[in-house]
């Protein structure tokens, strides 16, 4: 397993920007599918991102396909999340998961960081 750690939340005006980060331990982080996802308050946990072992594929979320990118650096065992034309409604915990084969049945969660945008 990896231990993943994010940082980068905080608080943005509505049409701002943020970039997380998800920094993984381990020497396997390659071989792991990556992604984020969010919960706001009073909802589910929400599936935003994923990116596949080597950045080829992406998918996202359709709340977010425009704004968000997801990229990752398999030499820095990070992956990121650059989130574009913030709205109120992406105010939310996010939260990095690693998966063998697929993030939406994740071997690894972060602690998550805060999200916070404002009107």
């Known amino acids: 397993q990896v231990q993943l750690v994010e940082s980068g939340g905080g608080l943005v005006q509505a049409g701002g920007s943020l970039r997380l980060s998800c920094a993984a331990s381990g020497r396997t982080f390659s071989t792991y599918v990556m992604g984020w996802f969010r919960q706001a308050p009073g909802k589910e946990r929400e599936f935003v991102v994923s990116?596949?072992?080597?950045?080829?594929?992406?998918s996202y979320g359709d709340s977010v396909k425009g704004r968000f990118t997801i990229s990752r650096d398999n030499a820095k065992n990070t992956v990121y999340l650059q989130m574009n034309s913030l709205k109120p409604d992406d105010t939310a915990v996010y939260y990095c998961a690693a998966g063998r084969y697929t993030v939406l049945d994740p071997e690894s969660w972060g602690q998550g960081t805060q999200v916070t945008v404002s009107s």
């Open positions: 990116i596949t072992q080597s950045g080829a594929r992406t």
